[in-house]
Every structure is written in C-alpha cells, then in structure tokens.
C-alpha cells in the first residue's frame, strides 16, 4: 500500500489528463521533482503504457518550502510507492541529481519523451532552465506541463515559477501551443 505525507498533486489530475489525452505516444515519461512520488506512482498506474519508461529527476534535498522534512525518509517513500505500483514491464529511471546535471545527462543521450512533467524547483530561473532544457528532450507532437502556475507561497518573480512559465510560453510560441491553463500550464510541441 502506497505511503504519503502530502497530496500537492491529486487536484491536478483532470488538467493533466487532458494534456496526455492529447499525445500520441505514451511510451517515455520525464518527471522533474518527484517527493514521495505520487505523481510519477499515477503515471506508472493510469498514464505511461505497460511497457513505458518513466524517468524521475530529483535531488531528495528540498527548497527553500520543504525545510521541515527529512529527506532520507522522502527517498525511502518515492522507492517503496513506485516499487509498489510499478507494472511488470514498465521501466523506470530515478536520477538523484541536480535537474539541470540529469537533463544534460539525457540531451548527450539523445533522450526523446513524449511526456515531460517539471515541478522541480519552484523559483524563476530554475524554471526557465528546467524547461529550457526539457524542450529539446520533447518529441514533436508530445506534451510538457508545469506544475504550480499560480503559486503563491512566496512574494516576488523571482521565488515562484509563473514569470518563467509565461517567459517560455512565449520564446517557443511558434514551437508549442498552449492547451492547459490554470494552476498548471500545458503545452504540445508541434515544431
């Protein structure tokens, strides 16, 4: 039985859905920011196909808001969840790491999702870059979402994610197109 101490992600089900509704393949999954998992475990039950691949990006060290856990015993939470729900043959990658060393990592690999999640760090330039660099690891046609929009737990353009998500949505404008917008944003590459 899965284990966990927070739901920052259920809410957002719907949204999410109608944006992978929307890819034609569901065979490679990128998570940036991942917790106890309870995303990537709803990806690996009702989104990535049986056979899929999941990757998970997360440094298990927390921002500025996650102060208060003790991340050895996040870690321990996200392995025994996404152990627990994990199909017999799906795959799945965790990368303990910064997000921006794990993408590299990919972009050298020639990584292609069709599916990319970023809720990783939650200021401004960790955004932009995150997103950035996922953009080049997205297939034509596959769907990228932003997690946290319209948080407002920190004053300042600098200490949330919504000046990054607008600043990216409108750099590759003539790249993707903008299907979810609400407390999460949603993207299809279609260039």
Not at 91 to 106: D, F, G, R, V, W
Request: hydrophobic share 40%; charged share 25%; net charge negative.
């Amino acid at each position: 039985m899965t284990e966990f101490t927070q739901d920052w992600f259920s809410h957002n089900i719907p949204g999410m859905q109608s944006v992978i509704d929307q890819i034609p393949e569901k065979k490679k999954f990128l998570e940036i920011g991942s917790f106890e998992g309870r995303s990537a475990c709803w990806f690996l039950q009702e989104a990535l196909d049986d056979d899929g691949t999941l990757y998970c990006v997360d440094n298990f060290g927390g921002s500025l808001e996650h102060t208060e856990f003790d991340f050895d015993e996040v870690k321990r939470k996200f392995l025994t969840n996404t152990a627990q729900v994990k199909k017999p043959n799906q795959n799945l990658h965790l990368l303990i790491e910064p997000s921006t060393k794990a993408l590299a990592h990919l972009m050298i690999e020639e990584a292609k999702f069709d599916f990319i999640y970023i809720d990783g760090s939650h200021t401004s330039p960790d955004t932009l870059t995150d997103a950035c660099m996922a953009f080049q690891l997205l297939k034509k046609g596959g769907g990228m979402v932003f997690d946290d929009y319209l948080w407002e737990m920190y004053t300042g353009i600098i200490r949330s994610p919504k000046a990054a998500i607008d600043m990216f949505v409108m750099l590759f404008s003539e790249q993707c197109r903008v299907v979810l917008n609400g407390y999460q944003v949603g993207v299809i590459r279609t260039a």
